[in-house]
């Protein structure tokens, strides 16, 4: 158990709608990371934050938001669901900003957009 | 940016070595090794940073050629367990934000 809890572990919903995944960090872990993983595929860089501001963006789409409360959970909000949409997304924390520790990911939410 | 596995998949036997590389067309501060069995989320192995440092697995070794922007896992003696895709993660500069993912290697250990 990595610590990071990831809800819904899966989720199911048509073209055209918006969702809400949900992230806690490891206990004092001050740093959140969402990857995408599509079928079969690699990881892609979604967006950090740290300490409730966001450091670091990847190719996130327009469609996609994210923030990070006082409480340092995280949420990524995807909205107008596409077909292509459908992945697993992973959220990630770690107790820095920089890349000197370790990520530790979640068990991810599997997204299927139908 | 996204740095580039090879191979991108082996079949070994148990007891066999592997080597799985990762490069960058970018200059490197750290390189990060994950692996991931299916289904399941990826799983932390080993850091190399710049300078030599290195954090992680007791089992695996890496290096990490800063000048060739390159790293190599090592996987000697595998084991069953050792089984998934691996993943190395890199960024270019300390303080960066950004820990971009190879797009994996695949390792199948047969018995």
């Known amino acids: 158990d990595s610590g990071v809890t990831q809800t819904p572990k899966h989720l199911i919903t048509a073209t055209g709608q918006r969702v809400t995944l949900r992230c806690s960090p490891r206990s004092g872990d001050l740093s959140v990371y969402w990857y995408q993983q599509s079928l079969d595929q690699g990881l892609q860089f979604l967006i950090q934050?740290?300490?409730?501001?966001?450091?670091a963006k990847g190719n996130i789409l327009e469609r996609f938001s994210a923030q990070q409360f006082p409480d340092l959970h995280s949420e990524l909000n995807l909205s107008s669901l596409e077909l292509g949409d459908s992945a697993l997304y992973f959220c990630a924390s770690s107790p820095e900003v920089s890349y000197n520790s370790p990520l530790h990911f979640g068990n991810g939410t599997r997204l299927t957009v139908t | 940016q996204q740095p580039v596995q090879s191979p991108q998949a082996v079949i070994l036997r148990e007891g066999e070595d592997a080597v799985i590389n990762c490069s960058s067309s970018?200059?490197?501060?750290?390189v990060h090794w994950y692996r991931q069995k299916h289904g399941e989320a990826p799983v932390f192995l080993m850091i190399l940073l710049k300078g030599g440092e290195q954090k992680g697995h007791e089992k695996i070794s890496a290096s990490f050629n800063e000048k060739k922007q390159q790293s190599s896992l090592y996987l000697t003696a595998s084991q069953l367990s050792y089984s998934g895709t691996y993943f190395c993660?890199?960024?270019?500069?300390?303080?960066?934000?950004?820990?971009?993912f190879g797009q994996g290697t695949r390792l199948t250990i047969n018995p």
């Open positions: 970018k200059a490197l501060y750290s």
């Open positions: 934050y740290y300490n409730g501001e966001e450091r």
């Open positions: 993660g890199t960024d270019g500069a300390q303080g960066a934000q950004k820990l971009v």
